[in-house]
């Protein structure tokens, strides 16, 4: 009997079929029972067989458990949802292919309170994993130390959602029990419990690609982005993957210590965040700081931090709450540190350098630039942009006076001798803000990196940060007492 004979019958009720007093058909019937087990417990089924099966199971079961929305309305635990769907295996209330009940119960709790085919993708030990993009139903694409990859199954084939509805249920299920999806609204920014940031959309929006030397368009295909933040990475961890070298980890560290504002600057997926993060440790714990973002992502290390995020504008076009407008409200509350998560517009820029220039500690923040000179450009950009339009002499004297350190950190990838690419997120340059001068903004570099030689060189400290260390009582560490040259 092939596989996909056996895989439509199911045990037969032998009691029924005795009081049916039918030998011939009850002959018929053993027959094809002690076939299905003979077949699945001598392991004739290849692995590919087993796994075929599972999955349909699974579904079978998946489809049981979605019928009752009332019993899912009341969020039944893990535990309640196995015991429900063992009693209906067990009564007869669904299918049961020649497979292990159980595994095909724990295939359902991972989809239905875990993250189904993006388990191993979400999974809190893998901590490489930065970003996903679900295709519809065509497949996940996902990016592991910089290089993006499709996710396979154990045959080589791309692990994909079967149904739009699929992926709907699955954020909606991700967001909450009290959360559903605004279908008239275009798209959905939001969060995940364990901190991921999310981006649904599911109207005007698709993908193309070459299927056997044909161009072929894919429209009306949901895309689901998610920015994994599940591991807050220290600076130390950080130095252990390469990303600056010891003594710029000493300076990274300095920074927040002596209360000098930072902007960081680089592409998306470089580590931006990051490395934010992991220099908010450093700032005083006896400081109260406010964290400001589009959605509450960052876990960010250290002790007690005020939040605000944004809020978009309900169907009527109210209750929209933006970058500016917290950073306005802001103001009033009397801010030693202040962090905005990423500048995006003019408005948000204008006031945070209000913010910058009105706090007793540092201001931070991240932007889409690639270099310190790029970073300042974008920034005045903004600052010109924001309505109140500044002069652009006025512009870069508010950039001068708001940030002190500037950090780019970029994707670099490296082509080895084997032909292999290594793809690495690097600090490229920090540097220190001098002042405005003559219609630009001064600038010096502290750390460069010169890949010709493959050393990164340091400038050595500058009269003003030795001044802040001594002026908060912070010793600086000896690695950078003079300049000089680190391999990397």
Request: proline share 5%; aromatic share 10%.
């Amino acid at each position: 009997m092939n596989n996909s004979a056996w895989m439509r019958y199911q045990e037969p009720d032998l009691l029924a079929e005795l009081r049916r007093n039918n030998p011939v058909e009850l002959d018929k019937r053993i027959e094809q029972v002690r076939t299905i087990r003979e077949h699945y417990q001598s392991g004739k089924n290849s692995p590919e067989d087993t796994a075929s099966l599972l999955e349909r199971q699974k579904e079978i079961l998946l489809e049981y458990a979605y019928r009752d929305l009332d019993y899912l309305r009341g969020n039944p635990s893990e535990d309640e949802m196995r015991a429900r769907l063992s009693k209906a295996i067990q009564q007869g209330e669904v299918e049961r292919l020649p497979v292990k009940a159980r595994d095909a119960i724990e295939e359902v709790i991972i989809q239905m309170y875990h993250h189904g085919i993006l388990q191993p993708l979400m999974a809190k030990e893998n901590k490489d994993v930065s970003d996903i993009w679900v295709f519809g139903t065509y497949g996940v694409l996902y990016q592991e130390r910089g290089e993006n990859k499709w996710l396979l199954d154990a045959r080589g084939s791309r692990v994909h959602f079967k149904t739009a509805d699929d992926l709907r249920r699955y954020v909606e299920r991700k967001l909450g029990a009290d959360f559903q999806l605004d279908l008239s609204a275009p798209s959905v920014n939001a969060i995940f419990p364990d901190g991921s940031r999310i981006f649904y959309r599911d109207k005007a929006c698709g993908f193309s690609t070459w299927i056997n030397g044909e161009y072929v368009l894919f429209i009306n295909q949901p895309i689901l982005v998610i920015r994994r933040f599940g591991h807050p990475f220290t600076l130390d961890e950080l130095l252990q993957t390469g990303m600056f070298t010891p003594r710029m980890r000493d300076y990274l560290a300095l920074i927040p210590q002596v209360r000098d504002s930072f902007l960081v600057g680089g592409p998306t997926g470089t580590g931006k965040s990051t490395l934010q993060n992991a220099m908010l440790a450093f700032i005083p714990q006896d400081e109260l700081t406010w964290v400001l973002e589009d959605t509450p992502d960052a876990k960010v290390l250290g002790g007690f931090y005020g939040r605000m995020w944004t809020q978009e504008a309900n169907g009527e076009g109210k209750g929209e709450i933006t970058i500016a407008r917290n950073l306005f409200d802001l103001k009033r509350m009397n801010p030693q540190n202040a962090i905005v998560g990423e500048m995006r517009d003019g408005q948000a820029a204008m006031r945070a350098t209000d913010v910058a220039l009105m706090t007793s500690g540092l201001f931070s923040s991240t932007i889409h630039a690639t270099s310190p000179e790029k970073m300042i450009q974008v920034y005045v950009n903004m600052l010109m942009s924001s309505g109140e339009n500044p002069k652009y002499e006025r512009a870069l004297d508010l950039f001068a006076a708001s940030f002190q350190q500037l950090i780019s950190v970029e994707l670099v990838k490296t082509k080895l001798p084997d032909g292999a690419v290594k793809a690495q997120r690097l600090v490229t340059t920090i540097g220190e803000v001098k002042d405005a001068d003559t219609g630009r903004v001064r600038w010096r570099p502290v750390f460069e990196r010169n890949y010709r030689t493959r050393k990164v060189l340091f400038h050595g400290l500058s009269d003003r940060m030795v001044d802040r260390a001594y002026k908060y009582g912070i010793e600086i560490p000896e690695s950078l007492l003079k300049p000089g040259e680190e391999d990397f």
